[in-house]
């Protein structure tokens, strides 16, 4: 069965400082896709990046990072320079494309940036 | 990236009754997920619904409770039946990116059910 675990409920974080939200995830499946979604009070899931399980390299899009360790089943959300408006829940999931595509979620980590 | 709508955005029901919403997407997609967020939880798949065939639930939902229409390939409706307080919820649908890319996944905008 698959399974992907958020072991942090909630974090507070200084502005401007890095941020790494953790994600361990489980499938026997080799071919997979992992993603973080930021989903702000609005309500609104945002995508943010995507790792797959056969890339070299860690994702990258902009302040965010996949810290990819395909070892340890892990794929962590790197945050660099904080700012107020990252406030927001984080959502971890995870497609195994043997099993109809789909995608299953974390539990989430709601992040609060101090100013 | 796929835009998503939902209709409607929100709505307060009496037990009972039922609630259809609405997903429209601006492109063609195979597949189309219905996912329920339930108050502080993360998102639940509730089925997957492919255009011309029967939806395919997850354990734990069925389809006299939550029948999927798909239409067509830009189209989809998800009705909550009998509702109970229990069904309150964010209703989301979900495609995939864009020419059959399965490295993006993006969310309708939600419907916010409330059952009295």
């Known amino acids: 069965a698959q399974k992907i675990t958020q072991t942090q409920p909630g974090m507070f974080v200084q502005e401007k400082e890095a941020v790494t939200l953790d994600c361990t995830y489980d499938?026997?499946?080799?071919?997979?896709?992992l993603f973080w979604y930021k989903q702000p009070s609005s309500g609104e899931m945002i995508f943010l990046i995507y790792?797959?399980?056969?890339?070299?390299q860690n994702a990258t899009e902009g302040r965010y990072s996949l810290n990819f360790q395909k070892a340890r089943k892990s794929a962590n959300l790197v945050i660099s320079a904080s700012q107020l408006g990252d406030s927001a829940m984080y959502f971890c999931a995870m497609r195994v494309y043997s099993s109809a595509s789909k995608i299953i979620f974390g539990s989430g980590t709601r992040l609060s940036i101090r100013p | 990236s796929a835009v998503i709508s939902q209709k409607p955005s929100r709505d307060i029901c009496q037990r009972g009754t039922s609630l259809t919403i609405q997903c429209q997407v601006d492109?063609?997609?195979?597949?189309m997920f219905w996912y329920r967020q339930q108050p502080g939880q993360s998102l639940t798949l509730i089925a997957t619904a492919n255009q011309g065939s029967e939806a395919t639930y997850e354990s734990g939902f069925v389809i006299d409770k939550f029948p999927i229409s798909r239409p067509n390939l830009t189209f989809s409706t998800l009705t909550v039946s009998n509702l109970s307080p229990e069904d309150s919820s964010i209703y989301l649908c979900?495609?995939?990116?864009?020419?059959?890319?399965?490295?993006?996944?993006?969310f309708g905008p939600g419907t916010r059910l409330t059952v009295l």
């Open positions: 499938t026997s499946d080799p071919s997979y896709g």
């Open positions: 979900s495609v995939p990116g864009g020419q059959g890319s399965y490295n993006e996944q993006f």
């Open positions: 790792q797959g399980s056969y890339d070299q």
């Open positions: 492109s063609q997609v195979t597949m």
